[in-house]
């Protein structure tokens, strides 16, 4: 079943309270609905849109693709497999998560407007992991 919307949740707030400290303009955004802002020169998207659905991955690559400027780049990482689940593990909160395949992942980035400058495989402690970065098309 896809995610349901529950409440808002930052996984580490603390990150954004760092940056600020060092005098960094930061702040948290769901990249469902809220103003992403820009155009910025990229997006990073470190092990974040991997815990939307394919719908949702789909709009958000869209709405990052308009948040940069003409050339800009897209950095993003997702768990390499098939399918989606719910887990617990590593934090005893619920989490979803959808995995993904090079040639869906390309076609979906192609569909938003991006073009694949580099995309590795690489292996983890406990998932394959996709790692992309993209231009603005």
């Known amino acids: 079943t896809p ?9 580490n707030p ?5 940056l600020r400290a060092a005098d960094h303009e930061a702040r ?10 820009g155009p910025y020169p990229g ?3 470190d092990a974040v849109l991997l815990h939307l659905t394919r719908d949702q991955f789909g709009h958000a690559l869209r ?11 897209l950095g993003l990482t997702l768990k390499e497999g098939d399918g989606e689940e719910w887990t617990t593990e590593k934090i005893d909160h619920p989490r979803y998560f959808a995995y993904w395949r ?16 580099d995309l ?9 992991w996709l790692l992309v970065i993209a231009r603005r098309s």
């Open 3 to 11: 995610p349901v919307q529950g409440p808002r949740r930052n996984a």
């Open 14 to 18: 603390e990150s954004v309270e760092l």
């Open 28 to 37: 948290t955004i769901d990249v469902r609905r809220d103003d992403l802002g």
């Open 43 to 45: 997006v990073l998207a």
């Open 63 to 73: 709405r990052c693709h308009d948040a940069v400027e003409p050339g800009g780049v």
């Open 102 to 117: 090079e040639p869906e992942l390309r076609d979906r980035l192609d569909q938003a407007g991006w073009q694949v400058v």
């Open 120 to 128: 590795q495989r690489t292996v983890g402690r406990r998932a394959s």
